[in-house]
């Protein structure tokens, strides 16, 4: 009878510690997710500082598929403000040499 006891409490602990497992693999792979959304963006925000670069002519906004870029003229170049359409956000200065 004790050995069954026994048994049962061996197969539970392997059972908890199976289920911790799987709940620190998918915090991890929660993490790994955040990390590439982040990275995504990132890119998605410099993409559309090197498009305004090009098509910023004045003080205006610009369009793109992804977000928007408000230019504003200084007397070295463009400051500008890239915005995703998930509302994140960088501004950049752009000399004009």
Avoid: W
Wanted: aromatic letters at 4%.
């Amino acid at each position: 009878m004790q050995e069954h006891g026994f048994i049962l409490i061996q197969t539970l602990l392997l059972l908890l510690g199976i289920g911790v497992a799987i709940l620190l693999g998918c915090h991890q792979m929660d993490e790994a997710v955040k990390q590439i959304q982040l990275e995504k963006e990132a890119l998605q925000l410099e993409s559309l500082v090197r498009a305004a670069t090009d098509d910023c002519r004045q003080d205006e906004t610009v369009r793109y598929p992804i977000g928007r870029v408000i230019c504003t003229r200084t007397d070295k170049g463009f400051k500008m403000e890239a915005i995703l359409d998930n509302g994140q956000r960088i501004e950049a200065v752009v000399s004009n040499g």
